[in-house]
């Protein structure tokens, strides 16, 4: 039962600390306005490609907890050899999944560039 709790616990922080990074987004300036409003907008395209990057960092920063977490597992593991061979294989997954996750970003910010023309401001 305390696996479960810590479990949760660790959860628990993850999600609060990858909520503060949310705020930080709305200090950026607005690209495109409407004249004679004070309302910005941008077309459907940059809409898609905005929250694909949030998903993309989102997932990212999943990846580097889980990779900090198969780190201190492989710590905590004490020499037992099956509990450092499941650490590493989490270490491993997690690096798999952040070289997939930077392609992905690769990719949809170059697909979706070439769609609008050579305007498209990835990260």
């Known amino acids: 039962m305390s696996s479960f709790v810590r479990t949760c616990a660790f959860v628990t ?11 930080v987004s709305a200090q950026l300036p607005a690209t495109v306005t409407v004249p004679g409003s004070n309302l910005s907008t941008g077309t459907l395209l940059e809409a898609i490609q905005n929250v694909v ?7 990212g920063i999943v990846a580097v907890v889980m990779i900090i977490y198969g780190g201190v597992r492989y710590i905590i593991s004490l020499g037992d050899e099956a509990e450092a061979a499941k650490a590493k294989r989490v270490i491993l997954y997690a690096l798999i999944g952040l070289i997939v996750i930077g392609l992905s970003a690769v990719i949809v910010n170059f ?5 609008m023309g050579g305007n498209a401001g990835g990260p």
């Open 13 to 23: 922080a993850v999600a609060t600390l990858s909520l503060a990074v949310f705020p």
């Open 111 to 115: 697909v979706l560039s070439a769609i």
């Open 53 to 59: 990057n949030v998903l993309l960092t989102l997932v």
